[in-house]
């Protein structure tokens, strides 16, 4: 079965440097992987996916994402966060009949 | 476009008490998802439905927990009677296709059993 590794617990920046959330997953073929933010008491709002295609996808709120297949990753990118950025980041990797996420980054951002 | 609605939006019970949550998708979503996010831990997946059909339920404990979308849009979860260790955020999701394509997440429902 997939899973999905976010080695990370809680990361920490200052506002207007640079952001990268690692995720490493475990699937038998090519994955759907996912990026999700939640802030507190809210559900879940999708960043960015990758299906096929381009490795390096963009998504919403500045953040990017590339696909390395040789390491089973799929890290996140900033690359100049905004204090809005704080929040909970999971990585999932699907397909959606059978989605697995990550345990999630908190990520606080610094003044 | 109105999002996945559900509610209530925050439950306090006592342990064999039971409970029951609802979802509303977003109009025009066949599949809905129910998810189990407990403190500190990704979402994981309850129960999933295609129309009114179940599509996998492989990890709901189906000795206390129940789940139905009898006319194919709104759900209900249920639990009963409630252990400590259902304490969790409990969200449901919506998506157009069953494979793939974003899934849109309600605000999710805060229980906790005391």
């Known amino acids: 079965a997939q899973s999905v590794t976010q080695p990370d617990i809680h990361i920490t920046v200052s506002e207007g440097a640079s952001l990268e959330l690692r995720c490493n997953y475990s699937?038998?073929?090519?994955?759907?992987l996912f990026w999700y933010v939640q802030s507190p008491g809210q559900g879940l709002q999708l960043l960015l996916k990758y299906f096929s295609g381009d490795t390096l996808v963009q998504g919403i709120k500045g953040f990017e994402a590339e696909f390395k297949r040789s390491q089973s990753s799929f890290n996140l990118r900033k690359p100049s966060v905004h204090w809005s950025d704080a929040a909970e980041y999971f990585c999932a990797v699907g397909p959606n009949n059978d989605m697995r996420f990550g345990a999630g980054t908190r990520l606080t951002v610094k003044p | 476009e109105a999002g996945v609605a559900q509610s209530p939006r925050y439950k306090i019970i006592e342990k064999r008490q039971s409970v029951a949550f609802w979802c509303n998708p977003i109009?025009?979503?066949?599949?809905l998802y129910w998810y189990q996010q407990i403190l500190g831990q990704g979402p994981k997946l309850l129960i999933q439905f295609q129309n009114n059909g179940v599509v996998d339920d492989s990890q709901l404990p189906k000795d206390r927990f129940s789940a139905e979308r009898l006319k194919g849009v709104d759900s209900t979860l249920k639990i009963q009677p409630a252990k400590l260790e259902d304490s969790a955020v409990y969200l449901c999701?919506?998506?157009?296709?069953?494979?793939?394509?974003?899934?849109?997440f309600g605000p999710g429902t805060r229980l906790t059993v005391t």
């Open positions: 999701a919506s998506s157009l296709g069953t494979y793939g394509g974003e899934q849109y």
């Open positions: 699937y038998g073929a090519t994955p759907y």
């Open positions: 109009s025009g979503h066949a599949t």
